[in-house]
């Protein structure tokens, strides 16, 4: 397993981050516990949760799980989402986000998150508000550094304005959707991810299993998977090409000897960008096949053909102004040398 930094922070992260959605809905505690164990025996240090995933049962099974081994884990948990049904409930008001790291901790058993994400975007509570709330966690020592997830590139930098101007904590961390069919990230907000020195940790890797191998090409729904359910499958956010990329995937995994879900991972991790991709799995065994994805690097050739296949088209203004240096660079007019 490889570990990276997140962003200029000096904290490191495993390249694979357990995610414990499941945890609660699909994998009881004693299978939650199996899946810990075999994240931290495959290298695995980070772990990911939220306090609104199944009411936050995934919160507490984390937290008894890893009674004992707190100081080896990394935990990165959210706010937003609505924890009960009154007007301050949900957001990132002050009183919100001062009530939720209160509850997250009781659930986790710690004194302190080491990562910790406003979930969603509020439009209705100014950044300021919230940003000032999550500088005083981290004072107190309840938070150690802050992220956001799901925000569009100009409120990040507005977010990072804000805090850098005012001398608060700023984000370390942003939390994208990113896969072979999901690849918006890539022109606005990974440069401004680069810009700024922020680490990116991507979720659903394997776009909600659409990657991992139960599908082929032209499949919109599997039995007893996500998609069935009509739960945490993001396929409204694939791209048009989503077959022929399946395809592209399913036959390099095949030359490869690799099954479609590490390599669909392997080529997350490998962008040069990535801090670490969040997997989730339903038991054991699954988790422990994905986790095969650690450690190794697509072959050139493959990397090649499942890049030029799921390629986003270029758009305004960057299709429009992406070789104004070649303009610019042939306006120059470079002096002659004398031949005497």
Known sequence: MDYRRMGRSGLKVSEICLGTMTFGHGADEAEAGRMVAAAFDAGVNF????????GGVSEAMLGTILQGRRREAVIATKFFNPMGGGPNDSG???LHIMQSIEDSLRRLKTDYVDIYY???VDTQTPLEEMLRALDDLVRQGKVLYTACS???AWRLMEALWISDSKGWTRFDCYQPQYSLVVRDIE????????LKGLGVVVWSPLAGGYLAGRYKPGDRAVAGARSEEGWAFPDRFFAPTRDEILKTLLDTARALDRSPSQVALRWVLDRPFITSAIVGARNTDQLR??????????PDEARARLDAISVLPHRYPRAFEENMHERRNAAVKKPTGSTA
């Open 47 to 54: 772990f990911d949760t939220a306090n609104a995933y199944n």
């Open 118 to 120: 406003i979930h969603h």
């Open 92 to 94: 990132m008001s002050r």
């Open 289 to 298: 096949e994905t986790l095969a994805a650690g450690s190794w690097r697509l």
């Open 187 to 194: 022109q606005e907000l990974v440069p401004v991810c680069e």
């Open 150 to 152: 799901n925000y569009e």
